[in-house]
Antibody, heavy 118, light 110 residues
Framework: QVQLQESGPGLVKPSETLSLTCTVS??????????WGWIRQPPGKGLEWIGS???????YYNPSLLSRVTISMDTSKNQFSLKLTSVTAADTAVYYC??????????WGQGTLVPVSS | QSALTQPPSASGSPGQSVTISCTGT?????????VSWYQQHPGKAPKLMVY???KRPSGVPGRFSGSKSGNTASLTVSGLQPEDEADYYC??????????FGTGTKVTVL
């Protein structure tokens, strides 16, 4: 059974960089069958696609976040990561890491709330 | 890319059916057979319920079904159960390895 677990600081200050890591167990992130993505959900609001990374290490980002986001992977640790720069209060959200297959997301982490506040 | 449009709420009594719509454009919902649906209970992560318009993952009850006509996709929950009360989100591929979600629908079991 595949499991994903987000980890990272519980609070980020405005203008700083938000960094999160997703640790995958029960499957290899190097598999060509899947891609790995980040989704976020502001409190009380809907889901927003952030971006994804494929086994080829190719990355694809939401155009609205393109200038601030980087997704990378560390196959030796079976982890992939998210960095979002120059954060503001609008970036406060629950951040989910996910596994994608084809054109859908079949496994999700439990999510981690990242408040942006001074 | 703009969020797909869903009704804010839908409701039905136990045993009844409820249908949720997801409206996009020819550049997303209408252009690809890639709509998926996710169920989210309060405080929990979303769960895949339907993918590629009408396919159900293993373990998802048969009372959940999906369809699409033109730029609008739909999720129907037949024989509503109390545990079906949740938020539901649609999603569509929009090209260039990008995806967009719907605005979300809160389903209430009366």
């Amino acid at each position: 059974q595949v499991q994903l677990q987000e980890s990272g600081p519980g609070l980020v200050k405005p203008s700083e960089t938000l960094s999160l890591t997703c640790t995958v167990s029960g499957g290899s992130i190097s598999s060509s069958d899947y891609f790995w993505g980040w989704i976020r959900q502001p409190p009380g609001k809907g889901l927003e696609w952030i971006g994804s990374i494929y086994y080829t290490v190719n990355t694809y980002y939401n155009p609205s976040l393109l200038s601030r986001v980087t997704i990378s992977m560390d196959t030796s640790k079976n982890q992939f990561s998210l960095k979002l720069t120059s954060v503001t209060a609008a970036d406060t959200a629950v951040y989910y890491c996910t596994r994608g297959r084809g054109v859908y997301l079949d496994y999700w982490g439990q999510g981690t709330l990242v408040p942006v506040s001074s | 890319q703009s969020a797909l449009t869903q009704p804010p709420s839908a409701s039905g009594s136990p045993g009844q059916s409820v249908t949720i719509s997801c409206t996009g454009t020819s550049r997303d919902v209408g252009g690809f057979n890639t709509v998926s649906w996710y169920q989210q209970h309060p405080g929990k992560a979303p769960k895949l319920m339907v993918y590629e318009v009408a396919k159900r993952p293993s373990g998802v009850p048969g009372r959940f079904s999906g369809s699409k006509s033109g730029n609008t996709a739909s999720l129907t929950v037949s024989g509503l159960q109390p545990e079906d009360e949740a938020d539901y989100y649609c999603s569509s591929y929009v090209g260039s390895n990008n995806f967009v979600f719907g605005t979300g629908t809160k389903v209430t079991v009366l």
